[in-house]
C-alpha cells in the first residue's frame, strides 16, 4: 500500500499539472521538490508524457461507437446474469394470475355446492310476520 506523503505527492503533483493549484498547494509542491529529487525526476516525467500525450493527433470515435459498446456492455450484463430477475418477471406474474384464477374457480364452486346441498335456515330469533287477516263480512240484515 502507498505511504500518505506518496498519495499527497501524486495529488500534488497531478493538481500541479491540471494547473489547479492554489498558493498554499504550490507552496509545498515547491518545498517538496527542493527536499527531494526523486520528486523532481517524477515531475519532470509527468510533464514530458503529458507533452508526448498532448501532441497525439486527435481522433474522432467511428459513428457507431457508442451502439457497440453499449452492446457489449449490455452482453456482459446478460452473461452475469444481471437480468435474470428481469426475464423471470412475467413468469412471476403468471404465476400469481394462476393461482388468483384457480382460488376464484375453488371458492365459486364450493359456495355453490353449499346453497344447493342444503336448504337455509331461518333464524328463530325472528318472529314470523302474521298473515293479514281477511276482512270480516257485512253483517246480515
Known sequence: MAKPETDNAEALMSAYLDEELDAEGKSKLEAM???SPEAQREL???QSMLRLVKGLP???APPDF??????KIRRRRWLRGDYLIALSLPFQIIN???I??????Y???HLDGDVAGRK???DPTVQKAKPPEAPAAPAAP
Open 33 to 35: 521538490l527542493a527536499d
Open 44 to 46: 519532470s516525467g509527468l
Open 58 to 60: 486527435e481522433e474522432q
Open 66 to 71: 457508442y451502439e457497440k459498446v453499449a452492446k
Open 96 to 98: 400469481v394470475l394462476v
Open 100 to 105: 388468483l384464477a384457480v382460488a376464484v374457480v
Open 107 to 109: 371458492m365459486m364452486l
Open 120 to 122: 337455509l335456515e331461518r
